[in-house]
């Protein structure tokens, strides 16, 4: 049987990963798009 590892981090402190890194403003739909790439392992 597996399951799922818990999570040990939040989202604020990923966001947080992210500050100032970039001067771009994404979309919620870039956002989703670059997840969806990431997922399907082509990012």
């Not at 597996?2 to 040990?8: D, F, H, I, R, V």
């Not at 989202?11 to 399907?40: D, M, P, S």
């Amino acid at each position: 049987m597996l399951k799922a590892a818990q999570s040990t981090g939040t989202i604020n402190g990923f966001v947080g990963l992210l500050a100032h890194r970039t001067k771009k403003i994404a979309t919620i739909q870039e956002i989703n798009e670059a997840i969806a790439q990431a997922w399907a392992g082509k990012a």
